[in-house]
Structures are given as C-alpha cells and as structure tokens.
C-alpha cells in the first residue's frame, strides 16, 4: 500500500513544519546548502566504505567470531544511515528551501524515525560489545557467533516494533513527546551504565593479569585484549562526541521552547549532520585500528581492481 501524504495528520506537520521556509534568511540558506551538499558527498562513502567492511568480515573466515560480528552489527546500522536518513535528511532540507511542504514532512518524518531508530540500534549494540568482552575476558563468555546474530536480529525487531507502536500512538493522539522520550532516555541511560559497568570490570582484569604475568606470551594476549577493548572505547568515544552537540542544541531549544529562531534551525540542521557523519568515521576507525579487517578490505580492492582490469582488455 503506497504511503498518501495527504492522510498526514496535522499534529505530524504541525510539528516538522515548525520551520517554515518564509522565515530563512541568506545565511540560513547558505548553511542549508552547504549541509545539503556535504551530506549528497558523504552519503556514497558511507555506503561503500561500510559495505567493504562487511564484506572484508564476511570474506575473512578467521573474522567470524563474536566481537566481529558485533562489528559487523554496528557497520549495518552505519550502512543504513548511509542508505537513508543521510538522503532523506537532503531531501528535507531541500524541501524546506523551495517550500514543498508535503515533502518536506515526509522526509522530516522518515529522517527522525530512521535517526532514533540507528542510534538506538548502535547503542545497543556497543553495550553488548562492551559486556561480550568482560566475558571473554573473565573467562566466562557465553557469546557465540549464532547467539550473537539472534541477540542483533532480537534487538532490531524490538525497536522497531517500540518505535513502529510509537508512530501508532502518535497518529492517533498527536502526542510525540512523553512516553516515548522517557523510554528513550531510559534506555540510553542504561545502556550508558551497562557499558560504564562492564569497562570498569575490563580494566580491573587487565591490570590483574598485567601484575601477575609472568611469560612473554600472555604480554602479548593482555596487549590483544586491551587494544580490542581501546578500539570499542574509540567506538564509543565517536558516539558521544557526534550526539554531545545535537543533545546540547536539543536541550537548549526544548528549555526556551523557540522552535523558529533561525540560530536553533542552523544549529540543529549542523549538528544532525555532524551526528550522521559518524558513520563516515566509524570505518575509517576499523581500517586503522584492525589489521585483520585492513588486510582483507586491501583484498577485495585488489581483487576488483584486477578484475576490472582484466575484463577491460579483453
């Protein structure tokens, strides 16, 4: 069934139209454009970049355990960001620049569900990042590669099912806040906590066994675990500091409740983008940090280009 625009309910562009184009000035539209452009360049590279990612793990046999697959995890929800919220977000942006209100909601609409949903996807899935390494660490890891796919899979269909009841309720009681930002926040706070947690019992073991080793050999396995265990702080580290400005400009819109000012619409259009822009970093952060994966990324370009090559010749 195709999606009818004028079946919208008002509350959903009452709310998204907030900023309307009759207010832009020359500097608003400069920054709209020069986001919109920004985001039309990343939006390939983001896409390619992720997807030699799962390819390099999917390719590599020796890449197929749990933390990888986990990784794995988190290049898909940077895929699809890549894939949608980053062109919707251009087409929103666009559409309030020549007025198009019915497209501007509708890529307004799909940008925020598609953002909310990746970023509660790729919270989730470094918090289980973080708690598979303490257990590998003590020893007592119960995460396999299967059980990693169903938790992954298990996750993804229960935020879809939490936003898609979400967008029930807010269709029919016009209410987008309440529940559901007090949900949200919940889990973003527990999540915070869990992952606080399970690296504070992660750099307890490693400095254990850093006082107690006794051979070179396990040096060398304490070093394996700890750089693993960095790259996942790196992880996180990119998350934080993507969202930290979007959060603050959110904050501060939400306390003077000035939706319209032209300073909050330049901010938060910046900010939206600096927040999609960490899935441009995120594989450039796997290349650097992971032999493995930088090898086998090195491969399949070679192999492709090779490939081309050959069949141009011939």
């Known amino acids: 069934m195709g999606f009818n625009s004028s079946r919208l309910p008002d509350s959903w562009c009452s709310f998204l139209t907030i900023f309307n184009a009759s207010e832009s000035t020359s500097v608003y539209y400069q920054v709209t454009v ?90 989730m899935v470094i918090t289980i990042m973080a708690v598979e390494r303490w257990l590998h660490m003590s020893r007592r890891s119960l995460l396999t590669v299967r059980r990693v796919v169903v938790l992954y899979i298990t996750s993804a269909v229960l935020l879809i099912v939490f936003f898609g009841c979400h967008m029930y309720n807010w269709y029919h009681t016009s209410e987008f806040f309440s529940a559901f930002i007090a949900v949200f926040m919940l889990g973003a706070v527990l999540c915070f906590f869990i992952t606080g947690f399970s690296y504070f019992k992660v750099f307890q073991i490693i400095r254990h066994h850093q006082c107690q080793v006794q051979t070179n050999q396990n040096v060398i396995g304490i070093e394996k675990y700890q750089k693993s265990v960095i790259t996942i702080l790196y992880i996180l580290a990119i998350l934080l500091l993507s969202y930290a400005p979007f959060v603050c400009c959110l904050a501060v819109v939400n306390i003077r409740g000035n939706f319209s000012a032209r300073l909050t619409r330049v901010s938060l259009n ?8 960490s899935s441009f970093v995120n594989p450039l952060l796997y290349y650097w940090r992971i032999k493995e994966i930088r090898d086998s990324v090195r491969g399949i370009v070679r192999n492709f280009c090779r490939k081309e090559i050959k069949e141009e010749f011939q």
């Open 34 to 123: 020069t986001v919109c452009v920004i985001s039309s360049l990343l939006t390939p590279i983001i896409v390619t970049a992720n997807a030699l990612i799962l390819a390099a793990i999917w390719k590599n046999s020796s890449l197929r355990t749990p933390s990888y697959v986990l990784l794995a995890g988190l290049s898909i929800t940077d895929f699809f960001t890549g894939l949608l919220s980053f062109p919707f977000f251009v087409v929103n942006q666009w559409a309030d620049l020549t007025g198009s209100t019915k497209i501007f909601c509708i890529a307004a609409l799909i940008t925020q569900i598609a953002g909310y949903y990746f970023s509660s996807l790729t919270a």
């Open 270 to 277: 910046v900010c939206t983008t600096i927040v999609f822009s």
